[in-house]
Antibody
Framework: QVQLQQSGPGLVKPSQTLSVTCVIS??????????WDWIRQSPSRGLEWLGR?????????DYAESVKSRISIDPDTFENQFSLQLNSVTPEDTAVYYC????????????WGQGTLVTVSS | EIVLTQSPGTLSLSPGERATLSCRAS??????LAWYQQKPGQAPRLLIY???TRATGIPDRFSGSGSGTDFTLTISRLEPEDFAVYYC?????FGQGTKVEIK
């Protein structure tokens, strides 16, 4: 059974960097059929896909245009986890952040983390 | 960029009734469209992927259909635990959701 366990601070100051980590159990970050994604949810923006990392002989990333200039999603192959970093945050980045396992071919998300509420406020 | 529009915004039904939820894409898409259920305080749960394939453990009262730009999630007989918000999704795009509430 795949499980995704998230951790990270719930409060970030404006202009600083938001960081959330997702530990994978029951699968490998090297999976050749999965992608490892970050999705956020807020009342104003709904569910918003942010980006993904995946391994296909090399590591690859895809990012949403809306955050492309300030996002990084990185695998940690030793700890079997992956992380989200979002730079230069503003109050509009306040949301519940989810990690999820994606299906590379079909694009659906079959396992999700529990969610992390991140508030951007001074 | 493809936009997914769900209708109706809210569906008020009684347990035992049939629910029909719509998801319309702004242009023709492949069969890789998924549906999720979300309850308050929980992450979305995958119900249907590739238009009509039920995810593991999903009861057969949930079914998906459609092609091109029009897709449908049907719940044949609503159980009390089915009252929730439902989202369609295709790759990096989600619909805005349909809330199924108790009438």
């Amino acid at each position: 059974q795949v499980q995704l366990q998230q951790s990270g601070p719930g409060l970030v100051k404006p202009s600083q960097t938001l960081s959330v980590t997702c530990v994978i159990s029951g699968d490998s970050v090297f999976s050749d059929s999965a992608t490892w994604d970050w999705i956020r949810q807020s009342p104003s923006r709904g569910l918003e896909w942010l980006g993904r990392t995946y391994y296909r002989s090399n590591w690859y990333n895809d990012y949403a245009e809306s955050v492309k200039s300030r996002i990084s999603i990185d695998p940690d192959t030793f700890e079997n986890q992956f992380s989200l970093q979002l730079n230069s945050v503003t109050p509009e980045d306040t949301a519940v952040y989810y990690c999820a396992r994606g299906d590379y071919k079909g694009g659906s998300f079959d396992y999700w983390g529990q969610g992390t509420l991140v508030t951007v406020s001074s | 960029e493809i936009v997914l529009t769900q209708s109706p915004g809210t569906l008020s039904l009684s347990p035992g009734e049939r629910a029909t939820l719509s998801c319309r894409a702004s242009q023709s898409v492949s069969r890789y469209l998924a549906w999720y259920q979300q309850k308050p305080g929980q992450a979305p749960r995958l119900l249907i992927y590739a238009t009509s394939t039920r995810a593991t453990g999903i009861p057969d009262r949930f079914s998906g259909s459609g092609s091109g730009t029009d897709f449908t999630l049907t719940i044949s007989r609503l159980e009390p635990e089915d009252f929730a918000v439902y989202y369609c999704q295709r790759y990096g795009t989600f619909g805005q959701g349909t809330k199924v509430e108790i009438k």
